[in-house]
Nanobody, 123 residues
Framework: QVHLVESGGGLVQAGGSLKLSCAAS????????MAWFRQAPAKEREFVAAIGWTDASTYYADSVKARFAISTENAKNALYLQINSLKPEDTAVYYCAVQSAWSGSVYRGYSHWGQGTQVTVSS
């Protein structure tokens, strides 16, 4: 099992920045990819970004690639998401996820999820 805890969310004004963190514990030795997803009110959860645990390859949703940066600190089993130039449409609960077995896609098939951290952007 892998346990994930997100932090770093909050209320920010449009144009501001946030850095989200995710602390992973448990059987992280079999991690293929770690990712961030988000779910806005009344919308489905959507993929935001992913990173390869061993090769640090990165993948982004088109809507965020110019403003978001995903990174890891493997020694600390930590995942980060730097969010710049925040927009009101970035308001959502942001979830950290781990893929412990290759699902065939970096965009889906994640087996472990955190509880989420709320990001609210005011205009």
């Amino acid at each position: 099992q892998v346990h994930l805890v997100e932090s770093g969310g909050g209320l920010v004004q449009a144009g501001g920045s946030l850095k989200l963190s995710c602390a992973a514990s448990g059987h992280t030795d079999r991690t293929y990819y770690m990712a961030w997803f988000r779910q806005a009110p009344a919308k489905e959860r959507e993929f935001v970004a992913a990173i390869g645990w061993t090769d640090a390859s990165t993948y982004y949703a088109d809507s965020v690639k110019a403003r978001f940066a995903i990174s890891t600190e493997n020694a600390k089993n930590a995942l980060y998401l730097q969010i710049n130039s925040l927009k009101p449409e970035d308001t959502a609960v942001y979830y950290c996820a781990v893929q412990s077995a290759w699902s065939g896609s970096v965009y889906r098939g994640y087996s472990h999820w955190g509880q989420g951290t709320q990001v609210t952007v005011s205009s």
